[in-house]
């Protein structure tokens, strides 16, 4: 039965780390982007437009441009998971003190976030601009 407190203490520690909150901060940066794409592509659908679904009315979408979106989409995810797992490489080479290396995960980590937020904001615009 302690090694549930010691559990739910090790937990609380963590919460006490920047480096949790930056995380939960990325996560929930990344979810609200993923959000508000999902529920603009949600008005695209034909079936939900046709079962009048949705919130709002959209043009309906050539099949090169969902072709485009669904490109878009896996991208964001792998850049937004790049972009974590860099951020996990630079907090293990600082606890090591490999400077070098920390850096570089620290550059690469920003890069991608950047990378997924402008692929993220890319979208919304282009949603933006076909739906109502």
Known sequence: MKWI???????????RRWQTWLVIGLISVFGGLAFLIS?????TDDVLIFLHRTVGSCQQLSNAFIIFMFCCMIFFAFTA???LGEFQRYFE????????QARQSLLWGIGWGIIAVTIAVTVLVFFGRYCI
């Open 5 to 15: 407190i010691d559990d739910i203490l090790s937990a609380l520690a963590q919460l």
């Open 39 to 43: 529920s603009f592509a949600f008005r």
């Open 81 to 83: 998971l790049l972009t």
């Open 93 to 100: 080479y600082k606890e090591h003190a490999a400077h070098y």
